[in-house]
């Protein structure tokens, strides 16, 4: 495989709006107001080879990052197992707890394998993926707990199944819902350079899913030994239920709610994040609501229903994945255009097929290490052009551009030894 150098693509910088017309919104994902448009930064024409950077933004107010969040995160988690532990120890005792937590590892490792396999092209900080997780195991769990007495006392007293049908059907999916997208909405307020689309909330959404369903299938499997007559059976009947059948039913509910945050993340704004936080619940409540509800003819409902959502949800994914990389492509065009990409850079790095030939062709030169870090490095770059063309927080974003177009020449040198 070859590499070029920088030069131009397409001739010279054309204007603003010429750009808007050429295909800046290639897609209906990350459309760009034309008034917020600006091209990227410099002149090939007056320096070929040579692109230039416009001095740093005025210098903006040091923050602290996600330092607070995760900070914040740990010490609730903390606290959360204090009230887990004691809790799943007296439902399942120390025999069930072993077994339904390594029986839970199965569905969950289904679960976040998924998650990777959405998060390739532009992998979310791990620090990040684990303060979802742990929001999911331990703290939404812990919300749980604290607000059911509540739906309880409200709940219809006339039968026992009365009971358990509004605890299934009404509690279980407003209390759920409402403390698995608490930390999606925290991730969006305090963590938005990162969570800034649709395909950002369904990553972090099917991670506090996945939490989520990891500690209730703990409950869930470990009661089946403590209470049953049968434990083995019984543990098998509802493991293929919960583990095989339907191991993404929680990241589906919960998913719904942060594709909805992730459009309202483009939006940079935070009265559209909170707004999209009570929208994105309606179906997440909704979903969760029919699943429940599912009762003697359940597979006949798990099937016509159910597989279809399903099915629904996984070609959404891959749409989405699709449109991620034709946006990738059109902002690394727009680097070209101004002289840092070559055309066949532009081909390498912003498709899959580019990106595997890459991956091939650095490990037979002993180069695999640095071509992962030019892909990931250019992916971070169009992500920061798609913050600058949003219209929000514009400086802080273009400081971020600036050091990552200072580190290109070095990145390509690494490459091409």
């Not at 289904?110 to 999911?136: M, Q």
């Not at 997208?181 to 350079?193: D, F, Q, V």
């Not at 979903?287 to 429940?292: D, K, P, S, T």
Request: charged content about 15%; hydrophobic content about 50%.
């Amino acid at each position: 495989m070859t590499m070029n150098r920088p030069g131009h693509y397409g001739g010279p910088q054309p204007d603003p709006r010429a750009l808007m017309e050429a295909g800046a919104n290639p897609t209906w994902f990350g459309r760009v107001d034309p008034r917020n448009y600006r091209p990227a930064p410099g002149t090939p024409a007056e320096a070929p080879g040579h692109p230039w950077l416009p001095p740093l933004p005025p210098a903006q107010r040091r923050t602290t990052g996600t330092m607070p969040l995760l900070l914040t995160g740990g010490i609730l988690a903390f606290a959360s197992l204090l009230l887990i532990v004691p809790f799943l120890l007296g439902n399942t005792g120390v025999a069930g707890f072993g077994i339904g937590f390594i029986a839970s590892l199965l569905p969950l490792s289904t679960v976040l394998l998924t998650v990777s396999f959405i998060d390739r092209w532009e992998p979310e900080p791990k620090r990040l993926l684990a303060f979802a997780f742990t929001w999911g195991a331990a703290v939404s769990i812990a919300g749980t707990l604290l607000i059911q007495p509540l739906f309880a006392v409200a709940a219809p007293r006339t039968s026992e199944a009365d009971f358990r049908l509004f605890m299934a059907t009404v509690e279980a999916p407003i209390v759920e819902e409402f403390t698995k997208s608490l930390g999606l909405l925290l991730l969006l307020l305090a963590a938005r350079k990162y969570f800034d689309g649709p395909v950002d909330g369904v990553v972090f959404a099917f991670t506090i899913a996945g939490g989520f369903a990891f500690t209730e299938n703990i409950l869930y499997f470990g009661r089946e030994i403590a209470d049953s007559t049968d434990p083995g059976t019984d543990l098998v009947r509802i493991f293929i239920l919960r583990g095989i059948m339907s191991p993404f039913a929680h990241a589906i509910f919960t998913g719904t709610t942060g594709l909805i945050m992730g459009f309202a993340a483009r939006k940079w704004h935070t009265g559209y994040s909170v707004l999209a936080f009570f929208l994105g619940l309606l179906p997440a409540m909704f979903l969760h609501n029919r699943w429940n509800s599912m009762g003697a003819d359940f597979l006949v409902q798990y099937v016509l229903v159910q597989v279809p959502i399903f099915l629904a949800a996984a070609v959404g994914i891959i749409l989405l994945r699709v449109a991620e990389s034709k946006l990738t492509r059109q902002r690394l065009i727009e680097y070209a255009r101004a002289g840092w990409f070559s055309p066949v850079e532009v081909d390498m790095l912003a498709t899959a097929r580019g990106r595997r030939q890459a991956i091939r062709w650095a490990q037979s030169r002993g180069r695999e290490a640095a071509m992962r870090r030019f892909v990931k490095a250019a992916t971070a770059l169009a992500c920061t052009r798609q913050r600058i063309l949003s219209g929000r927080d514009v400086h802080q974003h273009q400081a971020d551009e600036r050091r990552q177009l200072g580190d290109v020449p070095g990145l390509r040198a690494a490459v091409l030894g």
